[in-house]
């Protein structure tokens, strides 16, 4: 034997190497499959998904993702979040991420006006690589639009039912005064001469005060809670008059006057007159905001040339229309009024009230020219009513 120590080989068995060989590619088809299987879940997702690492970069991005913001999904890869999203240099005021970074919990935020018009809820959950020990984040964003929308649209509802509450309280409490100003003027004028000039000033008092009953009589009616299934034949000409002196005093103040133009012999719709009403005054409302300088509102009704509606015309001299914006006026909070000037409501909730009745309303609009709002509405020909 040899001082030294003789090299020796060692040899894997042939069948140990297949099965370490088959070992690994099921090894490898489980990963692959589970890779697969997170690649087509993250994607499918309807809702923006990212992985955002700690120095705001993307790390992943799903479809979803890069179909709102009109990318690649592979171009986003390595963008700053901030850069993409809100095109800014820097991270985005009150973002939730940065706080998932920095504490290591879930954080959440509302953004407004995010995609155009659009409101998203945005949340952040940490993801952390225990091999690396880094820090990443999983960031969501659900639109919330049309919940935020049903929830205004509530609200505003719910403001206006204790408006109502509130005008028909008032309208209570205005009635007894003027009742007994109505009492008194009749039983002076009783002991004056009715040549006197003090009897005229107290005819005048008289015939003031009955204009005031008259208008807190509609404010009353217009208050009271009705229920949109509430319906019956209604007098359009009437339905309309009645509801106007409710709004001639703001019109005054305006500078805006209503030229009416009853068609006779109107017959019958069938109806919620509360509803109408409301459509009327929003209608006559919208059309006084586009005269800012003042001028005159011309409502008319007529017989539809089709002989099967009651056709109610809210014509202005205003300022129009833009082309653009006419597909738009009857959505919900679209408006081109100034913030707190409108809520975006009325033509919105005029277009619904209008629909619940069978009928339809349209607009044509001539930019600096004026706007033609037109109401057609069937006739109740089953009731064989007409107006006078």
Known sequence: MGDGVKNSTFSIPQAEKSQTKQDLEQLFEIVSRAKYMW????????????????????????LAT????????RKLIGKKCYEIFAKRQTICP?????????????????????????EFHVSSYPLQYK???????????????????????????EKMAALGMMAGGVAHEINNPLSGILAFSQLIQRDLDPKSS???????????????????ENLLNFSRQTKSTDRGPIDINETIESALPLFRMKLRTMNVEVATEYSKGLEHVFGNRSQIQQVILNLISNAADAMPEGGIIHLRTKKNVEGNFAKIEVQDTGIGIKGKNLNRIFDPYFTTKDLGNGTGLGLSISYNIIQEHQGKIEVQS???????????????????????
């Open 366 to 388: 001539e930019e600096g020219k004026g706007s033609i709002f037109t109401v057609l509405l069937p006739y109740c020909r089953e009731k064989g009513k007409r107006t006078l």
């Open 198 to 216: 003090l009897c005229e000033d107290i005819k005048e008092i008289e015939n003031a005060a009955h204009r005031c009953k008259g208008i807190v």
């Open 39 to 62: 690649e087509s879940t993250f994607d499918a997702i309807g809702e923006p998904v990212m992985i955002i690492n700690d120095t705001y970069e993307i790390e992943r991005a799903n």
């Open 131 to 157: 091999v690396t020990h880094k820090n990443s984040v999983v960031h969501h964003y659900r639109d919330v639009t049309e919940e935020k929308k049903l929830q205004r649209t509530i609200a505003q509802t």
């Open 94 to 118: 009150g973002c939730p991420l940065e706080k998932t970074l920095m504490f290591l919990t879930p954080h959440a935020l509302n953004i407004e006006h995010f995609f155009g018009d659009k």
């Open 66 to 73: 890069a179909e709102i913001v009109k990318i690649d999904v």
